[in-house]
């Protein structure tokens, strides 16, 4: 399969995930399909009293493909490559966007933001914090599909280069090993003949370099370790009868609230319960409730690039691209151009 396909899928499995979770955002399993009337299968308008996503449209997208277009764009603009100083040219551009600021920054995010606003140096912004939250949420992870995508097969490229994603807002260790997990599990999902299980090992590989960086470069907080909480979701995963059966136990066991070490876990055991199929994937996270358009947004990036775009639903595809005037096949040629293949 070509690389642009499998950027292709990502970008687009991603956008649909988002926007498929985002009504259901913050709610419980039992309550999903009281609220819409079933499982979650297709884009809803959130509910009038959505905490987040109120007042958007069906198959509108969140912070978190939204941010990972941007990011998309950013490496595409600098060959492929990312620093701190982009990254918060890059928040700070989203900030101005009243479609998703403020209200679907997340509060490590927003107070980042604000600090960059001010000029404050971006590689320091995001190793201070005083509390064990600030910096060990998913926000770094959430976007950072892309960089995986300019590394085919090359984790320890990927993980570098998420790492310097979060260095601005998430420069812990917890922060960068959730972003670090996705961006690897992405890199080997573009690669010819990976299997669920090489994906899965290239994600705990890299939540542990990650944790390393983050612990070494940034700050170390206190919280699990996103690497085990990997084995954990995948050995539910693994274990499960259903779909639904996965997603109530991941759910239960890992959590798929806004931290990092639960999120990033749960993303990881989605892909594997839909065995990489990046519809069922955007749909166990999207009826897992809590953190559902994050986790779906990073679990679907990964199942996307491992089945390429012509497993990714062309209407689906169509819905989101017209809900949010986007052309994701023109951003894939742009991000295809800068991947480091070789």
């Known amino acids: ?76 603009d600098h060959g492929g490559e990312v620093s701190p100083e982009v990254m918060s040219e890059l928040l700070i551009r989203w900030s101005g966007n009243p479609a998703y600021y403020p209200h679907f920054a997340g509060p490590t995010t927003r107070a980042a933001i604000d600090r960059l606003k001010a000029g404050d140096d971006p590689w320091v912004v995001g190793r201070e914090g005083a509390t064990m939250n600030v910096g060990a949420s998913n926000g770094g992870a959430m976007r950072v599909a892309p960089v995986g995508l300019v590394h085919p097969g090359d984790i ?23 972003a670090a997990a996705i961006a690897a599990a992405v890199a080997w ?27 070494r470069e940034g700050r170390r907080v206190p919280g699990p370790s996103v690497s085990r909480r990997i084995d954990i979701a995948v050995s539910l995963a693994a274990r499960s009868r259903t779909l639904d059966d996965a997603i109530r136990d991941i759910s239960d066991i890992v959590g798929t609230g806004l931290p990092a070490a639960e999120a990033c876990p749960a993303a990881i055991g989605f892909f594997v319960a839909a065995q990489g199929d990046p519809r069922l994937t955007a749909i166990a996270a999207a009826n897992a409730g809590g953190d559902s358009d994050t986790i779906g947004c990073m679990a679907a990036a990964i199942a996307g690039a491992f089945a390429g775009r012509a497993n990714v ?30």
């Open 156 to 178: 320890e490229g990927a993980v570098r280069a998420a790492h310097l994603t979060c260095v601005p807002s998430h420069n812990t260790n917890i922060g960068v090993s959730g």
């Open 1 to 76: 399969m070509k690389l642009l396909e499998r950027i292709h899928g990502s970008l687009a499995a991603a956008c649909i995930a988002d926007a498929l979770g985002a009504p259901t955002e913050e709610w419980s399993i039992s309550e999903i399909p009281e609220l819409f009337g079933g499982r979650v299968e297709n884009f809803h308008a959130p509910l009038p009293d959505a905490p987040y996503a109120k007042g958007r449209a069906a198959g509108q997208i969140t912070d978190d493909s939204s941010q990972m277009l941007l990011l998309a764009e950013a490496l595409a």
């Open 313 to 342: 639903p062309d209407d689906l595809v169509a819905q989101v691209e017209e809900a949010n005037d986007l052309r994701l096949l023109e951003i894939a040629e742009r991000l295809h151009s800068v991947a480091h293949v070789g």
């Open 189 to 215: 999902a573009c690669v010819d003949g990976a299997t669920v299980v090489d994906v899965v090992r290239a994600a705990r590989h890299g939540a542990e370099l990650g944790e390393e960086l983050g612990a």
